[in-house]
């Protein structure tokens, strides 16, 4: 006879057992504060100093072109948006915008296209390719005044390199008067400038052109087309978004051209080299015409501020929409 074992008899009366709900988790806040905290901690002092100088005296100097003021006392004499209408009827601003106006186009025209030439030639395996690459971007190493030294002393009437070496051709006059001349002073100012800054754009496209893919230059040579097909179906196309921000970044530089202008020629001869940061400067710390001056750095801002609004909006939206798809695709 066996004997069997059993446990307890399971309580049949109390029901079906419910299975327990799960414990809520309480979130601790205290990670994000944190994160919050050293954020704000890193960005304060760059916060504080773009603060007090770039918003500051935008709001300053919009107060003060509401002004009659010579930059001393506080200014009384309200003219409302008198200064507004002045700059507007004024030859010498509106000759400013069209000086403007022509190194833009200039720029366009002649400085940025020969940049890139220069930066695809430099891309090919030639011997010594980095030290023309060097020899290239070197100027724009050089700060604007000693730029503006140096070609003032080049072109200078008596003893100048470059007026020596056009009295070889028979050109010596045009050397020492080329700053002098109303009429060549502009494109003498230009050719200055694209010297300067003609290394930078370079480097500019040299790494936009490194950043295609070989293998789509070669899959196309592959397929039949030639060098200038190549370069207008696969390189060009690729090459957008360095060309717009490029193309960008000399506008933006061209309307607040100054301290080259100013070492150079001053704005002169008769006002034939003067840009608007030049004509601002010229009331504001020579005439004494504050308010005039803060009215006109005011437009200044403005055209910068619409320009890049419009630029990015129409230009530059493929780009940047580009740009946010991959990120979101990396999160």
Partial sequence: MTRSVTGPRPDTTAGPVRPKAPA???HDHRPGLRRLGTIAFFLAPALVLFLLLVIVPILVAGYTSL???NGFNLPEDFVGLDNFSRALGDPIFQGDLRRGLVLIVLSVVIQLPASLALALLLNQPLRGRAVYRLVFFAPYVLSEVTTAVLFTLVFSPSRGLGSTVLGWFGAAELGGSIFADPGTVLYAVFFVISWKYFGFHMI???????????ELTEAATTDGASGWQVFRHVTLPLLGPTIRISLFLSIIGTIQLFDMVWVLTGGGPTHASETLAVTMFQYGFRRFEVGYASAISIVMFLLSLVFALLYQRFVLRRDLEGALTTRGVQR
């Fill in 204 to 214: 500019l496209y040299l790494a936009g052109r490194q950043g295609i893919p070989r």
């Fill in 67 to 69: 002004f009659k003021w």
């Fill in 24 to 26: 809520v988790r309480r």
